[in-house]
């Protein structure tokens, strides 16, 4: 299969917030890629850095405190780190759309959902009469399979339930087909059963209509099911990157085997559950070294002196560890000792 | 057989509802409508369902903190829904709580110290002396150091403040404890922590857990034994393997095939279960499940399907297994 044109290309991205104390480099020199028509996934457990990293990509990033100090974030070979305010709104919603976990944050409460829809198609369709609008949003609340999509076009978004308010979500988010749509924890705050059909329907579109995803979760059994290449934060910064395959099934990064040897899975019952000791850190307060090592059971000294850079451990996968460093000797035995 | 330490009979808890300038009372919330289990000691009963299934409600009925609308709860063959507020503020001592949220439920303007001790203080447990040493010797237990009784609530992770709610839970030696969502809140690595920590206190202190969550991997870890709500109701419960493996009750068996599972391998059978949960203050009629069932009869919108023991030990509440069942 050859491969396809990348639709983002992120590069060493950094993005600081500046409080009272001091710098937090909640985004520290990521780099990640989604090619066409992909579903990639990045999760890792709060703080990480997930959602900061979509905002910067969707230049939402709240500033102040925020900044991004650094990178480089190529959409279409065009570097939004350089655009202004005006041309970012142009992309948003348009060749970029995102939802959020919580719809009725990106809802107006005041306003019937039908001109909300219609709102977000002619910012960026100025040429269309309100009758194409109303016609496109119709079409596209009933692709995601909402009921008597007509009347609800007249009601407001708290006459809806969490699962159909989310759906509403992603119609507004595709309304203008999109290249990319980023996801953020967009099933957390929904129950499980409706949480299946939002997954399915993401699927289904994505197939369909062959936008690209970014789905952000912290939800593993999420990631398996719906991404086709995952990557692994931890403390702002990129720890593992790999097909789903690999990745669920040949972990590297002693993070990465860690969170997935703690969740409980429903299909049998594991003995003991393991656990990765300590906290999650907030990111900065780990200067220097891996910022893993205080939790990491393989940690040497070289992990508390140097900051690992990500190794490649195949063409497709990548792991910022140094028992992948082809250096160390005896990095082999380490990785063997806990599997 | 031995007596089981807590049992429930035909709980139910509805909640006015207002409406109108004069707040007249226009319907009811069927919170809890009619459930009826046991636990035995040193046993642990996992409650799972989707939000708003009457869970918390539960929870809160059997310590009294709420007063049900009807039905009995027998602890160590007491009936506690027949007892004055006082006789059950000092049964409390030994049915203790642990909450989703631990930064709720712990005063942020007192100490660690403060916060254990006050559970000792309103039974009447010991003196000063022996009050501090039970403080610093269950913070070790809960896998925290004496130097924290100093300390602020904020001044603790996520996890460490769950282990201080836990600890809380502790302080009176309580035979039963109820935990409503004490993971949800936290990161997996966390959760993990925690999850181990009360298995290793069950073992070593026999205790007995109601353990309620809508996270079915983690109900499946730590319970002996599952009870599946929906809208107020036990729709089904058996011991954990059972349930999870051979589940009889349609909803349980849509909710299973919802989970997400970490395994990019896994092909589920998908039984989508079409539209959303009904407002439990109009709950339909019948079977409460027959809006969304996929093996609905005409008989499950009239007739509500009794919880019934359909094999050894394993309940349900559905009318496909009527016929099944030992008269
Ligand atoms: N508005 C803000 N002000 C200061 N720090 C922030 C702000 N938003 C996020 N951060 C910092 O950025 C880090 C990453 O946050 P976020 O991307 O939201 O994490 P998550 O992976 O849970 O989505 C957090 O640990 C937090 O310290
Ligand atoms: N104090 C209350 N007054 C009115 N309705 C309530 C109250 N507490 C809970 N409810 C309702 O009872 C139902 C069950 O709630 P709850 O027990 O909290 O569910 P769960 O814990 O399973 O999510 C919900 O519909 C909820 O809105
Ligand atoms: S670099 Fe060292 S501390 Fe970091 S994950 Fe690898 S072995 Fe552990
Ligand atoms: S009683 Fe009827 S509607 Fe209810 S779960 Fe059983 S088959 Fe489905
Ligand atoms: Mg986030
Ligand atoms: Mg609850």
Redesign the interface.
Known sequence: MTERPKVLDVKGLKTSFFTDDGEIPAVNNVDFHVREGEVLGIVG??GCGKSVTSLSVMGLVPSPPGKITGGEILFQNRDLTKFSEKEMRDIRGNDIAMIFQEPMTSLNPLFKIGNQLKEAILVHRKDWSKRQAHARAVEMMQLVGLPRAEELMNEYPHQL?G??RQRVMIAMALLCEPKLLIADEPTTAL???????I??LMGELNERLGTAVILIT?????????CQRVVVMYSGKVVEEGP??TI??DPQHPYTR???A??????F??D??????G??PKPGSIKTGCPFAPRCEHAWDRCVEETPPLYETASDHQTRCFLYDPKEVDSRDRTTVES | MTEPLLKVEGLKKYFPVHSGVFGRVSGHVKAVDDISFFVNEGETLGIVGESGCGKSTTGRLLMRLLEPTEGKVYFNGKELTGITKEEMRKMRRDIQMVFQDPYASLNPRHTVEKILMEPLNVHNIGDPKDRKKKVYELLETVGLSSYHAKRYPHQFSGGQRQRIGIARALMTNPKLIIADEPVSALDVSIQAQVLNLMQELQKTLKLTYIFIAHDLGVVRHISDRVGVMYLGNMAELANSEKLYEKPLHPYTQALLSAVPVPDPDFEREQVVIEGDIPSPANPPSGCRFHTRCPYKMDICEKVIPKFAEIEDGHYAACHLYEESRPQ
């Open positions: 457990e709060s339930s699962g159909m129950d499980v059963t409706i949480q299946a059909q997954l399915k912290h939800d593993l059994g999420v990631v398996a099911e719906t789903v395959d669920f099934k860690g969170l997935l703690s969740v409980p899975d429903m299909r019952k594991k003991a559950l393991y656990s990765i000791p906290n999650v």
